[in-house]
């Protein structure tokens, strides 16, 4: 007899839990007249992390597709624009050291690789600015749309910085309101399992028993079904990633005026890196480091140096960093999501994009019935592990690519041993040709494309042999797309309005829905 997957239980709220129950419910919400259900299991005792607030700008699309208001989002989660980051020191260490990773592709992307020529000019002028408008806009304080510009559309590409603490009740409320998610506040006391091996259902303390087909695991670092209960074990990468703890602190602005930065800004400090993110409210600050490289009293101490006069007194939270990842994702009847997953340092918010990839695989192969479930669960793991590896590539780009020699950390992060080997790889072909559009990123959705890849690696003087007659053959085409380029910077630093004064208009008299 066939076993109908009818029933989708996921146990965890935060950021994951709802993203998750969010996806999945809109995307087969015509069904849920025919017996089909969501159900999100949470405990009333379990506070949200709330890491991260930097995000893609894949999140967008994620929020438009299951309904959501991007004024809301606005007015509800403490929001900005996010357009990209800023990574300053990380290559000499000098003041003046600094490169841009914008979200915007560099001009005529899919016409044109802009690195050889660019290479070939060695007029001054950064890549970025060479080819993308995004950095000066930055430069600038200014947002990436106008109050004119529909919810979710863009003159410059962006996603989002946000209080996760507040953006996970936003999604709550949307999910249970709107898209028929059944909210069940309980503990979990015990997993029941069937006699093949399944998950049959969750005992619970406050619900009684909850069954289910099949069970997402957004239960963070517990991991409690993947983990504890089906045994998948944890995958540590601390051997090629080195930072393992986080201090953050919530810093308030001089004046309710100050200029909010529309990008992340990270800046390389002795053993690890410090993230600066603004939101309407205030700054959320964090020193990322590695304690076999530095104490946590000199962590702080870097931290608070690189606040001054704003971080004195300010409490500190310190926050583990595991880095890695399950073995597998989807074991059974069972797929972990977000932390339970497994977690990277939030050096290039992949995070939330991993949660979002993440549900939106489970909610288009949905399995209609037991029996496919393991195929589908294959080809979920195939896809998930080979992005959870390129995000650990693109992590250690940063670092394999450092000039600094002060300190044994960013010695050691150039050690061979402490590079994938598929990087290795890649960095020698780079030497001699440029990463561009589809040439060594070959699956569908890529969490960091080539573009991303140009922009860190010529950021931080990288450089890739250039031959004459690719720089001849293309000349004309690449000065048309680099003009094109500084004309759009014009027209955008003219157009755009401040970031600040474009979130008040925003909560204020919001956007038009799309």
């Given amino acids: 007899m066939v076993q109908a997957v009818r029933k989708v239980v996921i146990v965890g709220g935060g950021t994951a839990g709802w993203l998750a129950a969010g996806v999945i419910a809109a995307r087969h919400r015509s069904r849920i007249p025919a017996n089909f259900s969501v159900t999100l299991v949470e405990s009333p005792n379990t506070p949200i992390i709330g890491v991260g607030e930097g995000t893609w700008p894949t999140l967008r699309t994620t929020l438009s597709r299951i309904g959501v208001s991007e004024t809301e989002l606005f007015r509800q989660c403490d929001a900005a624009f996010k357009q990209g980051a800023w990574f300053a020191r990380w290559t000499t260490g000098e003041k003046q050291d600094g490169y841009y990773h914008p979200l915007m592709l560099p001009q005529s992307f899919s016409q044109i690789n802009l690195v050889p020529h660019w290479l070939a000019r060695n007029d001054g002028r950064s890549f970025c600015d060479a080819v993308c408008p995004q950095g000066r806009i930055c430069d600038d304080g200014l947002a990436p749309k106008t109050i004119a510009t529909a919810e979710f559309d863009a003159v410059a590409n962006y996603a989002y910085h946000l209080d996760a603490g507040k953006f996970a009740p936003f999604l709550q409320k949307h999910c249970c309101e709107k898209l028929g998610v059944r909210h069940v506040l309980a503990d979990v006391k015990r997993v029941n399992l069937s006699e093949s091996g399944d998950i049959r259902s969750l005992e619970t303390e406050q619900a009684g028993e909850i069954e289910g087909d099949l069970f997402v695991d957004c239960t963070g670092f517990k991991a409690l079904l993947i983990g504890e209960t089906l045994g998948v074990p944890f995958v540590d990468c601390s051997d090629v990633l080195f930072c393992d703890t986080a201090l953050a602190i919530q810093v308030p602005y001089a004046t309710d005026t100050s200029p909010i930065a529309s990008h992340t800004i990270s800046t390389a400090q002795s053993a690890g890196w410090i993230w600066d993110i603004g939101l309407p409210t205030r700054r959320g600050v964090g020193h990322v480091f ?157 969490v960091f494309p080539a573009a991303s890849y140009q922009y860190v690696l010529y950021g931080m003087g990288f450089r890739t042999e250039v031959e004459p007659e690719i720089v001849a053959g293309g000349a004309h085409s690449a000065e048309r797309a680099m003009r094109e380029n500084s004309s759009q910077i014009e027209k955008l630093r003219s157009g755009l309005p401040r970031h600040r004064d474009l979130i008040r208009r925003i909560v204020q008299q919001g956007l038009q829905p799309v």
């Fill in 290 to 446: 590695s304690s076999r490289h530095i104490s946590v009293d000199d962590a702080e101490r870097e931290l608070r140096d690189y606040l001054g006069a704003a971080g004195k007194d300010l409490p500190v939270r310190r926050i583990p960093i595991r880095s890695g990842h399950r073995q597998i994702f989807w074991k059974r009847n069972c797929v972990a999501v977000g932390l339970s997953a497994g977690f990277l340092e939030p050096l290039e918010a992949s995070a939330i994009v991993l949660i979002e990839m993440s549900a939106k695989l489970i909610a288009e192969q949905m399995p209609v019935c037991r029996e496919v479930m393991d195929v589908i669960a294959a080809r979920f793991n195939n896809t998930t592990e080979y992005r959870w590896g390129r995000i650990i590539d693109f992590l250690k780009l940063h670092y394999a690519l450092t000039q600094r020699d002060d300190s044994a950390f960013w010695r050691d992060n150039r050690l061979p041993e402490t590079i994938p080997e598929r990087l290795q790889h890649l960095l020698l072909l780079w030497r001699y040709q440029s990463p561009w559009y589809h040439d060594e990123f070959d699956r569908i959705e890529e």
